[in-house]
């Protein structure tokens, strides 16, 4: 007993095994004449795959681009080591003149102000001391 299926779309000859139909992608008809559910339809890519094969691809080129930078960057002259003694640059001995001492600065007096000064009160008198008398000279009585 051969229970090969013939697709009912193409009219493909398909194994018994095989539950659609390799040429359209038609499930295999079940005992009613009906094909399977919907839930039993082939596997088909998403519409949005190509949009992760676009964003793997970006991916790439930009780690290329950045490690194709770095090179680059690292590569500059400025970045090079010196390659020994003859390399290093002495800077030239340059003579000045001796110091000076710079004379002492003089005071600037302040600018006068808008405002006038309140004149001075006149000075008053201070008391001279007064002379005192000597002390009294110690007697010898035999006190």
């Known amino acids: 007993m051969n229970s090969d299926w013939t697709c009912p779309s193409c009219h493909h000859r398909n194994a018994a095994s095989m539950r659609f139909c390799p040429e359209c992608g ?4 079940v005992a009613g004449g009906s094909t399977l559910g919907p839930l039993d339809q082939p596997a088909r890519p998403g519409p949005n795959r190509w949009l992760w094969g676009v964003a793997v691809g970006l991916w790439v080129i930009g ?41 002492a600065e003089t005071p600037i007096p302040a600018p006068p102000s808008a405002t006038p000064a309140p004149p001075e009160a006149p000075p008053t008198p201070t008391p001279y001391p007064t002379t005192r008398p000597p002390p009294p000279t110690p007697t010898t009585d035999g006190i």
């Open 26 to 29: 038609v499930a295999k008809p």
């Open 63 to 103: 780690l290329a681009v950045l490690a194709g930078g770095g090179g680059i960057w690292l590569a500059r002259p400025e970045q090079a080591e010196p390659a020994g003694p003859a390399a290093v640059a002495v800077a030239p001995v340059v003579e000045t003149a001796t110091p000076t001492a710079l004379p």
